[in-house]
């Protein structure tokens, strides 16, 4: 009931098996160390710390004497002609242009995502953990984004709004 020629193509088997294993591992370990030395920036020039609360962010400007805000979507009552329902906030948050920019976001109760489409960016706010990310925004503006998290029952009306500024 043993065929005695099953073995035969082994060696082969692993050769092939082996060899693009090796050849990725070699192409991933030089890409990982640039993934990570590209994602971290040593010297930012602005510090902002968001913090996920059920149904608004508060801010904290932490390189200017801790300046503490908390942006809640404004009720339709209270916008204007050309405001956009649903996005406008009562304290937008203001960044600099051309300068890197660190947003360091964590969360209050449940789990939140910090999202600015249009800036390319998107991170989860965590309760218990800091996560950080980095951006060097190159024009000037507003832009708006929403947490894009199932973090409750009014989740999409979060609203977030940066307004880039020289």
């Known amino acids: 009931l043993t065929n005695t020629n099953i073995t035969n193509a082994q060696d082969m088997e692993t050769i092939w098996t082996l060899l693009p294993a090796i050849i990725l591992v070699l192409i991933a370990l030089p890409s990982l160390r640039i993934l990570y030395s590209t994602d971290e920036i040593n010297n930012p020039s602005f510090t902002i710390k968001s913090i996920g609360h059920q149904w608004y962010w ?28 649903l996005l ?50 190159m024009r000037l503006g507003v832009y708006y984004g929403q947490c894009s998290e199932i973090c409750g029952a009014n989740h999409s009306f979060m609203p977030i709004v940066a307004e880039l500024i020289p």
């Open 58 to 85: 508060t801010y904290e400007y932490t390189d200017y004497g801790g300046l503490i805000f908390n942006s809640y979507m404004l009720p339709p009552l209270f916008l204007n002609p050309g405001d956009l329902r």
């Open 88 to 137: 406008e906030v009562d304290n937008l948050v203001v960044l600099p242009i051309e300068a890197p920019v660190r947003v360091m976001m964590t969360s209050q109760d449940v789990l939140h995502s910090w999202t600015i489409p249009t800036l390319g960016l998107k991170m989860g706010a965590v309760p218990g953990r800091l996560n950080q990310t980095t951006f060097n925004a």
